[in-house]
């Protein structure tokens, strides 16, 4: 009988709310869509977060699977952190430490030239494995054996997708494809396309075995990414233990022949040699080292946008929240006849609640709606490939109720408390609305919803202000109307004719034939020192780049001091230049035609006189500083870039690919091509798309802060009728009566700003020290935040107010 009771009552509690709602349909619509905006952006935030989050999380093995990482100090002016560790320490982990199950070594060298009939494709997702991939990483093979597949050299696993693009089919064991032209490599395996939450992306894997390299014992030649698999329970200190015994094992005699020292004596003078180790989980999130096989994800970011995620769910229910208690206020005669009737204190809060309720729940289905129809716009903003599975994710449904319940009761409970608890007579005689005119709640509401605004539009300023600072910084060099031609390796000796038959073309004005460009090239560390006898002390670790004598002219870089290398001078073949960071390292005050050294060939110092010292400029983006650096002089013929001066760019371009294919040994070669200032851009691709993310939802949140300032202005109108009345009856104009309203919202702005100004410089602080080289966060950039707050809140109090104004004061002050 009680639940037959119960149910007719909850069934009477939804009459009366689905009422209410149909009699106020605008008040509902505005409280039904402001929270529903605030849902749908936390939902899409959420979805990004989850999806950040499970970066890896593929690989069944994931909890036991680490990457290595190197992290050196030798001494005082030798820094290195990198994911590139010795060939030999993968294989000397699994033979010296039981615990260490496995090992794998990636090995990522230079792209593949595919062809395909007479279609010739430059392919970049290759790397060499060891034939225990597939035991560490899951990656499902569709066709041949995981245990053999990378065993014998010249053997290669692809993708999926990469079999049908050059076979039609995934039927193509014991196939071959022919590399660049020379190299056959047997086909052993057809792996599923990796998944796109994977650090890594690769197509093609190649059996390390190929490598000589991959069996040297050399603890200090070029190195490559190193994952291990650990047994169940292993502890991670016990990993890094048994790494840094192993380092000490095979690197202290080393370090004994050259330096005539140990690790741990190393350690004595703060210097170190040693690999610690990243969870595979992590790595998305939490790696930012420059030889990463992709851009990985910012755990910075993430952080942020939970916090924006908060931040506009707060907005919305502090929004759902006032315009109830707008809309509550009107019903207190209401409230006052039910309770005079007999209704209980208890039925009149469940029945507050139930109304909140079923509203949320209607703003979370309506949610559902609108973050379906933004995630596309969302995924093209972000890069990603978000999807809305409700079905295959039932916890998702569970926790969107979850969350409309308790935002429903939270946000209902203030009108249904404070309204059931009042006094049946003081409720019949209009009072309980006065209590709500107080407002210290209200005005702390109000505070919050300015205090997010203005943080959000600082945060958006400056994210806006260091990616333009970023487009107008002087780098040091032109980047303006740079063609880079990167696929043209095979001209090899006849780089230099193609050079200049392009320089004959009308619109080039210069080329240089080298892969060690500014933005993205092949720089490489390399160990110079002061004297010809070996100093390890006194060693210093510069990035080497090998330039031609067009470099500096081509790409507009300003000479400091000296001369630029020059095709007249034969003894140039044996001299460098120095960037302005390397002479300051090195300790030179005056470094022309000194002399520093390196390794040469034979192992026996190589002596290089220096005839130039060029201005800094950078190299990557502005994240990280201007590194200390050293170029000889030499050709790549990996990539030509040509400086174009021209207002018809593209007919240029078509008339260098001509003279591209025209080459014998480029005929049928894909022409690819890009433009420096492109490739710079994509450099700060994340931050931009971060700038894009930002803005979206900062517009969100101030939409729904209009909401809540809708329904608050309306409160207030509602509340100050009469007196609107008579003062229009007194002589009151309708400017004045608006202004009357507006003074207390715009003291509120300030009171908001006061707030929001230290923690918005402070985040942004944090954020900027992301860069090297940042823009200054300005004043204006408060005062803007905190007047355009000031100026949507006059718009939205005046839209509402003034309506409130023309209304005759007979009809407000008929009741008296």
């Known amino acids: ?98 615990a260490i199950e496995q090992s794998v070594r990636l090995y990522q060298k ?117 994952y291990i698999l650990v047994r169940p329970g292993t502890d991670p200190g016990a990993i890094t233990a048994a790494i840094d015994g192993v380092t000490r094992k095979y690197i202290d005699p080393i370090l004994q022949g050259f330096i005539h020292s140990t690790l741990d004596e190393l350690a004595k003078t703060g210097h170190y040699i040693r690999y610690p180790i990243m969870p595979l989980s992590r790595i998305h999130l939490h790696s930012h080292l420059p030889d990463e096989f992709e851009a990985n994800g910012n755990i910075q970011y993430v952080r942020i946008f939970v916090v924006i995620s908060l931040f506009i769910l707060l907005v ?18 209401e409230v006052g006849i039910r309770k005079v009737l007999g209704s209980a204190h208890t039925g009149l809060i469940s029945q507050f609640l139930t109304e909140s309720v079923v509203t949320t729940i209607l703003s979370m289905v309506l949610g559902v709606l609108i973050t379906w129809l933004l995630l596309p716009y969302f995924n093209q903003v972000s890069g990603q490939a978000i999807t809305l599975d409700l079905f295959s994710n039932a916890w998702l449904i569970i926790v969107l109720l979850g969350a409309s319940i308790v935002v429903g009761v939270l946000a209902g409970s203030y009108p249904a408390f404070y309204l059931s608890s009042v006094h049946p007579m003081q409720v019949m005689k209009g009072k309980a609305a006065n209590g709500f005119k107080s407002g210290w709640l209200r005005n702390s509401l109000v505070v919050f919803q300015f205090t997010v605004a203005i943080l959000l539009i600082v945060g958006t300023l400056v994210i806006y202000s260091q990616l333009n600072y970023i487009r107008n910084k002087d780098l040091g060099y032109h980047r303006e109307q740079v063609l880079i031609l990167r696929n043209t390796a095979a001209l090899s000796t006849h780089a230099r004719t193609f050079r200049d038959e392009v320089l004959r073309i009308p619109g080039v004005i210069s080329g240089t034939i080298t892969s060690d460009l500014p933005n993205g090239g092949s720089f490489k560390p390399q160990g110079y020192f002061l004297t010809p ?102 050709e790549q013929a990996g990539a030509i870039s040509f400086r174009l001066q021209t207002g018809n760019i593209p007919a240029v371009v078509g008339k260098i690919k001509e003279a591209y294919h025209a080459q014998h040994k480029m005929a049928g070669q894909p022409f690819l091509y890009s433009f420096m200032d492109d490739d710079f851009n994509r450099l700060y691709q994340s931050d931009q798309r971060t700038g894009k993310i930002f803005i979206s939802f900062t517009g969100l949140a101030i939409l729904i802060a209009c909401l809540g300032l809708f329904g608050l202005v309306t409160f207030a109108a509602e509340q100050r009728t009469k007196e609107i009345g008579i003062r229009k009856v007194l002589g009151a104009t309708v400017t ?81």
């Open 316 to 333: 919305a229910c502090v929004n759902f929240m006032n315009l109830s208690t707008a809309r509550a206020a009107g019903r207190s005669k």
């Open 1 to 98: 009988m009680a639940l037959k009771q119960t149910i007719a009552m909850f069934r009477n509690y939804l009459r009366i709310a689905w009422r209410n709602i149909s009699r106020n349909r605008m008040s509902a619509a505005i409280n039904i869509f402001g929270l529903a905006l605030g849902l749908a952006a936390s939902l899409i935030i959420s979805l990004f977060v989850i999806n950040e989050l499970r970066y890896d999380r593929f690989n069944k093995k994931a909890d036991r699977i680490y990457r290595l990482e190197a992290d050196m100090h030798p001494n005082d002016v030798i820094t290195y952190r990198g994911t590139k560790t010795p060939l030999p320490l993968a294989t000397a982990l699994v033979r010296e430490y039981p």
């Open 736 to 816: 004045s009566v608006v202004g009357l309203l507006s003074k207390d919202f715009i003291k509120l702005v300030l009171l908001a700003g006061i707030i929001a100004c230290p923690l918005a410089w402070w985040g942004m602080h944090k954020w900027l020290e992301n860069f090297a080289y940042r823009t200054h966060i300005s004043g204006w950039i408060f005062v803007a935040a905190a007047g355009i707050v000031a100026m949507i809140t006059l718009a939205t109090v005046s839209f509402r107010t003034i309506k409130a104004a023309l209304v005759n004061p007979v009809t407000s002050l008929r009741s008296e």
């Open 533 to 634: 006898t070996f100093n390890f002390n006194n060693t210093v670790l510069l990035q080497i780049g090998r330039i031609d004598a067009d470099y500096i002219p081509t790409l507009g870089i300003q000479m400091a001091a000296g001369r630029n290398f020059s095709p007249l001078m034969p003894t140039d073949s044996s001299a460098v230049l120095l960037n302005e960071t390397a002479v300051k390292v090195l300790g030179f005050k005056d470094p022309l035609h000194k002399t520093v050294y390196t390794y040469g060939a034979n192992g026996a110092p190589l002596a290089q006189r220096i005839i130039g010292v060029v201005k800094d400029f950078h190299v990557g983006s502005l994240h990280d500083a201007i590194a200390p650096m050293l170029f000889t002089l030499g």
């Open 110 to 226: 230079g792209d593949l030239l595919l062809k395909k009939g007479r279609e010739t494709f430059l392919e970049p997702r290759s790397a060499y494995a060891d034939s225990t991939l597939f035991n560490i990483f899951t990656l499902p093979l569709l066709a041949g054996n995981p245990q053999t597949a990378l065993t014998a050299p010249f053997s290669m696993v692809i993708s999926e997708s990469m079999a049908r693009k050059y076979f039609n089919s995934t039927d193509v064991l014991g196939k071959t494809l022919v590399t660049n032209d020379t190299v056959s490599y047997k086909i052993t395996g057809v792996m599923k396309d990796m998944p796109a939450r994977s650090h890594f992306h690769f197509d093609f894997f190649r059996a390390m075995s190929e490598l000589n390299i991959s069996r040297a014992n050399d603890w200090f030649e070029e190195g490559c990414a190193t």
